[in-house]
């Protein structure tokens, strides 16, 4: 059975080792692994000794759960669905070819989204990433875009509604922090990308003007 | 309609003009003393019942998370606050973000400890009558194991300026069934419940109150900032980017998004217009249907901000979740145009405010995070409110202008935070309930 728990991998947390001592853990734990993974392992560790040594800024803690770079932070909820549950949310999303676009485009934080069933339908993979914390917003949520929340999540077991007090509580306890994770430009929020794409427009404008 | 005679004048009574009065921060010393104290007080305390009209003086009082738990209020009872209630400003400072210069390790002394319990509010519209009602408060300690760790007289003569030089507290939230209509300008009325603790909110639901119903009905929350006006940076600020008076005065007014005067730059875009500012049935009524660019006010500028209004923001927002009932009350010597030193910076001068909602610890929250000290709501990057944000190294402030923006350098913390404290302002009844709280 799928627990929604943090899991700890390891014997000592990694932030007191140093990269040496990081290296030799992660030779320990290949020891068992097939000759494909021991070999992948040497050769990456050639490469990225310089990095271990010294590590980009590590992705910092988004609030009580989720993990945060720079400016955006990212959501991964794995979530049981109510029988039927699947369906209908399907059949929602499909009425929008998959695209969630005009609806999700108003939120105007929203970076990207994933909707993932499995286990034959029985659960949900929802995966998103977003400027700053998604729980600021809550009550301009509620008030503006209630019905399209619980919409989709009404399909998810134990829901109690987004007018619900105990609906951050759930969402939390749904919710698994990403052990890693990658964005090109963290500080750019997506107001300022479109601001960027307006000046680079307008430049474009202004430069066709003075040839 | 609400129950007016049960909610405390401050809550919906604006300042008088001129206005006078005094901040007193009280510890309560044992809980008896502090029960009494509520006892002797009670009476003395306004209720909002026909605030429209002008009655002065009046008291009002609010009481701390500390305070609570000093006056003996049962536990089940305490648990029932908010937590950022319960933890207080101080310990909210990263949320709030009071670093730096604002750091609670910064703050005057009787702040951000737990020391503070009480906070009582005098207004009046003469110094004469300020004094005689400070005297009955006073009256009520007498004999009382109650500490007076600060006391400070307000007030901001002549003209009611602020401690920058402007016209303050003009844009006010107007609240569904308090019994008055709105200004124009003002808005579609906002549910009470958003400010009043008991009436549904703008969710159709009354926010979660404090327990029993007795204490938290027609009660609401207050967030008390002080802060310190850095008056010299300000004008060196003005005389750095303007040539001339003129020109500096623009500048101040485009920070602010109006003139000192108090007309708005959407009404009055290129020269001041006293009689407009003046007028309240016209200073307030505009909105940014036809300045979508920030030729007139900036998107940046401290009124779009804490009201944007129509402005397109970039974010899904509702307006009207954000908003706070303000008492601003100014302290110390007037605006000076002439003060340049940085020894100016520290004549005490400056301004107390109460920021007052049903919510006010997570608005006040989301306005230093989002509104304050951001500018990605309203597609301006990183920039923050000229007048009372944070200021890091290097910020600037936009003035959007044909053919190209103005992008003025060298914005300093004009404002800087010198303590703060949560109150509960409780109903007429609940102040009733506090004195006889030991159950």
Redesign the interface.
Known sequence: MFMANQTQIGTAPAAELTGEQKIQQLRELFADATEVGKTALENVIKELSSQVSEPPPPIESAGRVGARLG?RSELTIIVPLVPGGAARLRTFLQLLGGNLSPGAT????LHDMRFVFFDNDTRLLFATSF??DWD??I???????PDYLDLMDSAWEGWPGI?D?GAKDYLIKHQITAEGWFVAEPDL????I??LKRIGKATDEFLDKVQ | MLDLHEIQATVLRPRPAPYFGTHVLLRIDDAQSGRELFRRLTPHIDSADSWWRAVNPWLSVGISYAGLKALGVPDNSLQSFPEAFREGMAARARQLGDVGINDPKNWDAAYGKGEVHIGVQAFSDSEEDRRRILGIAREQINGLSVSILAMQDFGAQPGDLNSLGYKDGIDQPAIEGSGVDPLPGQGEPIKAGEFILGYPG??G?PL?MPQPEILGRNGTYVGFRKYQSRVGAFNRFLQTHGNTEAERELLAAKLVGRWRSGAPLVLAPDVDDPTLGADPQRNNDFNYANDLRGRHAPFGCHIRRMNPRDTK??????V??HRLIRRGTTYGPPYDPNALSEADDEVPRGAYFLFISAKAMSTIE?LQ??WINDG??I?I?DERDPIIGLQEEGATFTIPKDPVRRLVRGIETFNVLRGGEYFFMPSISALKWLADSQR
């Open positions: 400016k108003k939120v105007g934080t400027d700053g600021t917003y009550d301009d949520f509620i008030a503006l875009i007018r007090p929020t997506l107001a300022e479109q601001r | 703008e969710s639901f979660p923001l970039t974010r899904l927002t509702d009207k979740l989301f995070q989002e990605n709501f597609g990057g």
